[in-house]
């Protein structure tokens, strides 16, 4: 009896279902804060636009919103009586619990509740047309990784990290995550990999390779790096993220080409 229990168990399979008005869901996670996932998100998302895609970008860190100081959005989303409406800026649909709290009100909620609010952003907010909703995760590998990957038709995920061991050891573990949940990694982003000073030369200010490193050892794909640059922290704290503000900069080029691959990788086969 102990044995058919057990089996029905291991077997169990969860009704995964793809985002209405979307057709590709692409997580960006690292289970690690501080590496600079949602500036990658945002900045991914501007990027697929730019190269002619239809795109949403949902912040699914509900402790911690970065979008709306992103994007610099202070609005609340309206209603159509069943559904949110999505926020459009910089031509992309926008999603985030910041849209409907005070900038500084913490997120005390237990685990049911963060369960049930990315429910509400995935099943019941009026997407439009999307080929692609980026999903900014949160840190960690708890209730809202879970939920995405057990309910939600997630056709990838990008991994980003920075390179120091300290970060990698958390990142590691969200890569045994995602495989026991069989939700296909796209690839490893070394983020802040480096700085090139005045004098021109090259600092490995968090270390060198852990990233790509760590995409060897797991078999993933290393899917490049971006360096140290103050612009894009500066055009991020300003709401007008680098590749839409300076698309001509040297770390845009790198996100367009990023979003290259992710368009060529998806809607071109």
């Not at 970060?167 to 995550?177: F, S, W």
């Not at 070394?190 to 797991?218: C, P, Q």
């Not at 839409?244 to 040297?250: A, F, L, R, T």
Request: charged share 25%; proline share 6%.
């Amino acid at each position: 009896m102990n044995d058919t229990i057990k089996a029905k168990k291991e077997t169990k399979s969860f009704k995964k279902n793809p985002i209405p008005g979307t057709k590709f869901t692409i997580a960006v996670s690292s289970a690690k804060g501080g590496v600079g996932k949602s500036t990658f998100a945002t900045n991914l998302a501007l990027a697929l636009k730019k190269i002619g895609c239809k795109v949403g970008l949902l912040d699914a860190d509900i402790y911690g919103p970065s979008l709306p100081k992103l994007f610099s959005i202070n609005e609340k989303p309206q209603s159509d009586g069943q559904n949110l409406i999505p926020i459009k800026k910089y031509d992309i649909q926008c999603m985030s619990i910041g849209f409907l709290t005070e900038e500084q009100t913490p997120m005390i909620w237990r685990g049911p509740m963060v369960t049930s609010a990315i429910k509400t952003f995935t099943q019941k907010v009026k997407w439009k047309d999307l080929d692609f909703i980026i999903v900014d995760m949160p840190p960690g590998t708890g209730d809202t990784q879970l939920t995405f990957a057990q309910e939600i038709n997630m056709d990838g995920v990008i991994i980003v990290s920075t390179p120091q061991e300290i970060a990698l050891q958390d990142v590691k573990r969200g890569i045994r995550m995602f495989d026991k949940l069989k939700v296909k990694i796209i690839g490893l982003i070394d983020n802040m990999s480096h700085f090139v000073g005045d004098d021109g030369k090259k600092y490995e200010i968090f270390g060198e390779g852990g990233v790509k490193r760590t995409a060897k050892e797991f078999q993933k794909e290393f899917l490049g790096l971006i360096p140290i640059d103050p612009e894009v922290g500066k055009q991020g704290d300003l709401g007008w993220p680098i590749v839409e503000s300076k698309p001509e900069h040297k770390i845009s080029k790198i996100y367009l080409d990023f979003a290259k691959k992710i368009k060529s990788d998806y809607l071109l086969n």
